[in-house]
């Protein structure tokens, strides 16, 4: 299985704020990456597919970039609700998996 | 707008066989080039794909998982379905149904989610 790694696991952070989560792959899985934000007991939402395709509706503060093994999702100004978990996940090939979520709080 | 609705027991007891249905409302369950899924989520272990099957019924499992269960559709009623045998604790989580294009894309569409409780 290809096992993808976040990091942090948890960040505290200010509304303004610019942030960086990182996400990397085992393996090689060109671009197909996404990454969903979740908050309590809700689904994950997809923010951004194909590691950089903004989702509709999502605000461009949000953006992605990265291919191969390396991935980052940046928000450029944190917004009050952008305070949730955020999970990567691969999509290169079965069984898909996803990263074990970044906590992002609010300092 | 698609919608997904678990449903299905909130409660199974070991060694018995969990079974969840997801409802789509609003496309067709055959809309071209779309997977239909299951993932659950752990409150440790984190989310993990259980596996998905396309409308002509052709599936993927998760090899973790293969031998215990079966994903099959319903297109006359717009479902698909998960079932899990043999069940332990370890199969305890909140399972979701979700829709991806073409198999390699993100979920776009989720169903808000249906927890089940391995015990007896």
């Known amino acids: 299985d290809i096992q993808m790694t976040q990091s942090p696991s948890s960040l505290s952070a200010s509304v303004g704020d610019r942030v960086t989560i990182t996400c990397r792959a085992s393996?090689?899985?060109?671009?197909?990456l996404n990454w969903y934000q979740q908050k309590p007991g809700r689904a994950p939402k997809l923010l951004i597919s194909?590691?950089?395709g903004l989702q509709d509706g999502v605000p461009s503060r949000f953006s992605g970039s990265g291919s191969g093994t390396g991935f980052t999702l940046t928000i450029s100004s944190l917004q009050p609700e952008d305070f949730a978990t955020y999970y990567c996940?691969?999509?290169?090939?079965?069984?898909?998996?996803f990263g074990q979520g970044t906590r992002l709080e609010i300092k | 707008q698609v919608q997904l609705q678990e449903s299905g027991p909130g409660l199974v007891k070991p060694s018995q066989t969990l079974s969840l249905t997801c409802t789509v409302s609003g496309d067709s369950i055959t809309s071209g080039g779309y997977y239909w899924s299951w993932i659950r989520q752990h409150p440790v272990r984190g989310l993990e794909w259980i596996g998905y099957i396309y409308y002509t019924g052709s599936t993927f499992h998760n090899p973790s998982l293969q031998s215990r269960i079966d994903i099959s559709i319903d297109t006359s009623k717009n479902q698909f379905s998960l079932e899990v045998r043999s069940v332990t604790a370890a199969d305890t989580a909140l399972y979701y149904c979700?829709?991806?294009?073409?198999?390699?894309?993100?979920?776009?569409?989720w169903g808000q989610g249906t927890l089940v409780v391995v015990s007896s």
């Open positions: 979700a829709r991806t294009y073409a198999g390699n894309s993100g979920y776009d569409s």
């Open positions: 996940q691969q999509s290169y090939a079965t069984p898909q998996t």
């Open positions: 393996q090689n899985i060109r671009g197909y």
């Open positions: 194909a590691a950089s």
